[in-house]
């Protein structure tokens, strides 16, 4: 009886927090606040922006992730929640999705979290080249266009991709600045990343970008 009773307690525990590999696993971290002072000045950073397809596997410190998320699509103007990055009629329709090697995360830049997704390593999925499975950080850019329901098929790719590059001008600055490499990219199998990243199907990815401490 007690035994019977045992195992219907546990049966009730796990109905009630089932056993999960997905996101649960994952804590959402708040990230510290962006350090928004210094840096390069913009000309020096200008000059020293490249592409750089030579990664280091050292994670990058949660401050920097921080800053670097801040820089590429943070809220500047906290009074009318603008960004860093502008977007056609303010739609603010690109989301940063995280790639670690712990999972994936969403970056919620009102709450500057880092909101657990998936808690899988997807890196292999995040692009064709060799380096973007080891690199500690990979950023993809994603259009959520149930924001931009308003426009034409031809206008939603249009400003969902210059939107991304203004975010992707951002983070090469940024990354300029902090003596980081990266790399944006458009080569990817973006079907089969949506799928792992269980994408709704009015979420687009448009570009990625690799960030890390550049190969010693
Ligand atoms: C829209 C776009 C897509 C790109 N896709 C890739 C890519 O898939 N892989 C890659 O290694 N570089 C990619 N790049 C980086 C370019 O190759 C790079 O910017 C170009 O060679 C000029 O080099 P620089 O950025 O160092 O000036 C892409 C750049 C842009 C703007």
């Known amino acids: 009886m007690r035994m019977i009773l045992k195992k219907g307690f546990i049966l009730v525990l796990l109905l009630v927090f089932p056993i999960s590999t997905y996101a649960q696993e994952l804590k959402a971290f708040k990230l510290p606040a962006p350090q928004t002072e210094g840096g390069k000045p913009i000309m020096q950073a200008l000059k020293d922006r490249k592409s750089t397809r030579e990664y280091s596997a050292k994670e990058l410190p949660l401050q920097v992730l921080s800053d670097l998320l801040w820089a590429a ?3 500047n103007r906290p009074d009318s ?3 860093t990055s502008p977007t056609a009629m303010n739609m603010q329709e690109i989301d940063i999705y995280v790639v670690k090697s712990d999972g994936l995360y969403l970056f919620d830049a009102t709450a500057n979290t880092l909101v657990p997704i998936l808690a899988q390593d997807i890196r292999a999925l995040a692009g064709r080249q060799p ?4 690199a500690p950080l990979n950023l993809i850019y994603v259009a959520d266009f149930s924001k931009m329901s308003m426009l034409s098929a031809q ?3 249009f400003y969902s991709a210059t939107d991304t590059g203004f975010i992707s001008e951002n983070v090469y600055l940024f990354c300029a600045s902090s003596g980081l490499a990266t790399v944006v ?3 990817m199998d973006k079907s089969a990343l949506a799928k792992a990243m269980k994408l709704r199907s009015d979420q687009k990815i448009i570009l990625a970008q690799t960030v890390g401490f550049p190969k010693e």
Do not use: A, L, M, Q
């Open 73 to 75: 699509n943070g809220i």
């Open 185 to 187: 990219r458009g080569s």
């Open 81 to 83: 929640e603008h960004h």
């Open 131 to 134: 380096f973007v499975k080891d």
């Open 155 to 157: 206008d939603k790719d």
